[in-house]
T-cell receptor, first 113, second 114 residues
Framework: DGGITQSPKYLFRKEGQNVTLSCEQN?????MYWYRQDPGQGLRLIYY???????QKGDIAEGYSVSREKKESFPLTVTSAQKNPTAFYLC????????????FGSGTQLSVL | AQSVAQPEDQVNVAEGNPLTVKCTYS??????LFWYVQYPNRGLQFLLK??????LVKGSYGFEAEFNKSQTSFHLKKPSALVSDSALYFC????????????FGKGTTLSVSS
């Protein structure tokens, strides 16, 4: 089945540690996105990529980094510079068009130990 | 800059009654508008979208939304609510002249009682 796979489902980070969240899609979509979800704040855009080897910062990119070396993969690294990383992280993809809908993964819950 | 607002944190409705979840937006150009639903600990599922054309858009699970350009609104509606409609609903907008990604509202929790 086609879709978006996020892993792991749950992730724990220690102080000063970088962690990487995986996002893989087999929908042959050009565009991929990372959103952060906090209770009462909705979804906030972290980074997005419209094509391989290119990506743009969203509204809350500080403390995060991404790469887009393959069309299928868009991993998100939460660095030690992100002081409040506890949140639910959602990855999405879409065909490269402004009016195309997003397909979402099932999310990763990141918590700080 | 583009933005979207959902003025109600929670909407409560009895099963069988009509429901409305409100959304207003602000863009510089023309809006592309979307509604998504999220069930607990899951990703978001697409319900419907407005790009152009008829102001009344029909989507999944019997939901519909009405685009009102003068009021910059895109309210989600359903004629008869089901208990299974209880979930978190997000409105989202993209500005056709901004070239950015989809921007989401803060979400509205819909609670349907039996």
């Amino acid at each position: 089945d086609g879709g978006i796979t996020q892993s792991p489902k749950y992730l724990f980070r220690k102080e000063g540690q970088n962690v990487t969240l995986s996002c893989e899609q087999n929908l042959n979509h050009d565009a991929m996105y990372w959103y952060r979800q906090d209770p009462g704040q909705g979804l906030r855009l972290i980074y997005y990529s419209q094509i391989v080897n290119d990506f743009q910062k969203g509204d809350i990119a500080e403390g995060y980094s991404v790469s887009r070396e393959k069309k299928e993969s868009f991993p998100l690294t939460v660095t030690s510079a992100q002081k409040n990383p506890t949140a639910f992280y959602l990855c999405a993809s879409s065909r490269d068009s402004q009016y195309e809908k997003l397909f979402f993964g099932s999310g990763t819950q990141l918590s700080v130990l | 800059a583009q933005s979207v607002a959902q003025p109600e944190d929670q909407v409560n409705v009895a099963e069988g009654n009509p429901l409305t979840v409100k959304c207003t937006y602000s863009v510089s150009g023309n809006p592309y508008l979307f509604w998504y639903v999220q069930y607990p600990n899951r990703g978001l599922q697409f319900l419907l979208k407005y790009i152009t054309g008829d102001n009344l858009v029909k989507g999944s699970y019997g939901f519909e939304a009405e685009f009102n350009k003068s009021q910059t609104s895109f309210h989600l509606k359903k004629p008869s609510a089901l208990v299974s409609d209880s979930a978190l609903y997000f409105c989202a907008v993209r500005d056709d002249q901004a070239g950015t990604a989809l921007i989401f509202g803060k979400g509205t929790t819909l609670s349907v009682s039996s």
